[in-house]
């Protein structure tokens, strides 16, 4: 049985030249880039090259990117770190941010700091009048993400950070599912800072950035040797930065390609969901091109997840798994779904690699499993 990878937006295969550039610095080019020798001075080179691809990718200066290992990492340095500094205790962030924004955002709680979701609408963007209603407040930090990673929907940055600005807040925006999907500009997002990372774009696991406006006043999260500009202390993982800065060149120059591609597939992709009775969340306003996040009535995502794992076919649900429970997506509970269909949320998530055949294929797959499911849930009932 073939396996087809339909889960892009949780990470991606390493892309061949992307590994091929990596080995020498795993294997004959280990310099310490702190260390004066030629093997150090090489593999400093080799991150500053990289910082520059990563830079060009964002739109923003290299002095701007500091690198991290995870996006985790960076959006945990961007809350905690710009709101220490601050003199105001509010911060805020989207009812659907990812947990490494909330979860920072609501740890601040325990150094006096208020945390507050900020409203979504019946299409998951974010509703501009009661944010407008929250900022009066003293705000410390406000962010929100450029795409969402289960629906894709793309927020309006700029327009976000105005408000921040004209406020006094400090904006960030979470860009780990823009980068390499959409054009991403960190000067026109207007924010003073924003996190990418490489795994999501056929860049290695391991690396990531914080793109960061240089006057903004933050709080290192690592203590130590003072590298990245004393904000990120700790030995660089060259091997994974360089990587990372080839793959956002790679995706750069793709990404016309890359759009027009993945729009066609989930175009496709959707319109053969169009015979089965299903609700597609977020399809209404600006999505990212390759991710498609739709419901099945009556069927829980997570079984239809295992079921078509066992055709060969890797997709992703929208619910969480605790212990004992299967908790709904809090994207569409923050949407205002219904918690029962939140339940059968699947995510598809489709990136250059994937072909028309895969979907077509995929799609008579779906619809067996669907009708499998279906006849078994009502011989139970
Ligand atoms: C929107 C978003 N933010 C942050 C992250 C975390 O990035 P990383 O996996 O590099 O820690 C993810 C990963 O799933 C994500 O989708």
Not at 24 to 36: D, E, H, I, K, L
Not at 109 to 134: C, F, H, M, R, T
Request: net charge neutral; glycine share 8%.
């Amino acid at each position: 049985m073939t396996s087809v990878y339909l889960d892009h937006n949780a990470t991606t295969q390493l892309d061949s030249r992307v590994l091929a550039a990596m080995l020498p610095w795993m294997q004959t080019q280990s310099g310490n880039p702190t260390s004066r020798h030629t093997f150090g001075r090489a593999a400093r080179e080799a991150i500053e090259r990289a910082r520059s691809q990563v830079a060009q990718a964002c739109g923003a200066y290299a002095s701007q990117v500091i690198f991290t290992a995870t996006g985790t990492e960076a959006n945990n340095f961007a809350i905690k770190g710009m709101a220490a500094n601050q003199v105001a205790r509010q911060i805020l962030t989207s009812a659907i941010e990812h947990p490494c924004v909330t979860r920072p955002a609501l740890a601040m709680q325990a150094l006096g700091y208020s945390s507050q979701p900020i409203a979504v609408n019946e299409q998951g963007k974010v509703d501009l009048a009661p944010l407008k209603n929250q900022l009066k407040t003293p705000t410390a930090l406000l962010s929100v993400m450029l795409a969402n990673n289960e629906t894709g929907v793309v927020q309006d940055i700029a327009e976000i950070a105005k408000l921040a600005r004209a406020s006094g807040a400090l904006m960030h925006t979470d860009a780990v599912q823009g980068l390499g999907k959409m054009a991403l500009n960190f000067t026109d997002l207007n924010v003073h800072a924003m996190t990418v990372s490489s795994h999501k774009i056929h860049g290695p696991q391991g690396a990531a950035a914080l793109i960061l406006d240089k006057r903004v006043d933050i709080q290192p999260l690592l203590h130590g040797g003072g590298q990245e500009r004393g904000l990120r202390s700790g030995t660089e993982n060259v091997a994974a930065i360089v990587g990372f800065g080839l793959a956002c060149e790679l995706a750069a120059s793709n990404l016309a390609t890359y759009q027009a591609h993945t729009q066609a597939l989930r175009a496709q992709f959707e319109q053969g969901l169009s015979a089965i009775k299903v609700s597609i969340f977020g399809n209404q306003v600006a999505r990212l091109s390759n991710t498609s996040f739709f419901a099945v009535d009556n069927i829980e995502g997570e079984t239809l997840v295992m079921a078509l794992d066992r055709q060969g076919y890797a997709v992703a649900s929208g619910s969480a798994c605790s212990s004992d429970s299967t908790e709904p997506s809090q994207v569409l509970l923050a949407m205002g779904v219904n918690a029962d269909v939140a339940r059968g949320a699947v995510r598809v998530s489709f990136s250059a690699h994937n072909t028309a055949q895969q979907v077509a294929d995929f799609l008579a797959v779906l619809n067996n499993e669907i009708n499998r499911l279906k006849q078994m849930t009502a011989i139970a009932a």
